[in-house]
């Protein structure tokens, strides 16, 4: 079966080190998005592509990238870890291809910068 | 703006009693509204979505109604079961604008039924 999946489910860092969360899913979605969520904020997008070499940013984007150099997958690093940044990270993705259209979550990446 | 605000943060419901959360946005461009829920560990999912060209929605017990010229929806979960405990987040977004398949989400309702 297609299936988004994330890695790690949970990390532990220190400030100001570099971090990336992995995102990989099997569906052939055009559309990848990142979010956090964070208790009373909901969820908040961070990064979003919409095909292979295209990145756009959201609305919480400072100190987060993302690349994507295949349909698959869409890691999101944090360049220099702040505790500002832990947090739950979900990846979801989209197929495009209809208006509108579902998005899928994988299951999370539980964040702690200490 | 691009909020939506999402009302209350959370919600405690006997069994067989009738869940309401409700939701407000800004941008009139905004023309699908979907409700996902969250068990606790998991990724949301999709539970059930509007188009604004509709008043309601019903999908066995649960119900969205939309209210256009307020700018407002509801979820409603009729005969509401422990099982539905979770946490329920209402979004918005322009389906076919320039912000295509971005989701804008509300701060999330945590829903407690108790047996």
């Known amino acids: 079966d297609a299936e988004i999946t994330q890695s790690p489910r949970h990390k532990i860092t220190e400030t100001g080190r570099q971090v990336t969360l992995a995102c990989h899913q099997t569906w052939n979605h055009n559309n990848m998005f990142w979010y956090r969520q964070d208790l009373g904020h909901g969820l908040r997008l961070i990064h979003y592509?919409?095909?292979?070499?295209?990145?756009n940013k959201g609305e919480v984007s400072d100190g987060y990238s993302v690349s994507r150099s295949n349909t698959e997958d869409l890691p999101l690093t944090l360049e220099s870890a702040a505790s500002s940044q832990t947090s739950v990270y979900f990846c979801a993705s989209s197929s495009g291809l209809a208006v509108p259209n579902e998005q899928f979550f994988g299951p999370g990446t539980r964040l702690t910068v200490l | 703006q691009q909020q939506v605000k999402q009302s209350p943060q959370s919600l405690i419901v006997q069994k067989g009693g009738i869940s309401i959360i409700n939701c407000a946005y800004e941008?009139?461009?905004?023309?699908?509204f979907p409700w996902y829920q969250q068990f606790p560990g998991k990724g949301p999912a999709l539970l059930i979505a509007i188009r604004p060209d509709v008043s309601e929605k019903k999908e066995g017990r649960f119900t969205i109604s939309f209210n256009k010229s307020a700018k407002q929806f509801s979820l409603h979960i009729m005969d509401s079961q422990p099982g539905d405990s979770a946490t329920y987040f209402c979004a918005a977004s322009n389906a076919g604008g320039t912000s295509y398949g971005k989701l804008t989400f509300g701060q999330g309702t945590i829903l407690t039924v108790h047996p």
């Open positions: 941008n009139t461009a905004f023309d699908y």
């Open positions: 592509s919409y095909g292979v070499q295209d990145t």
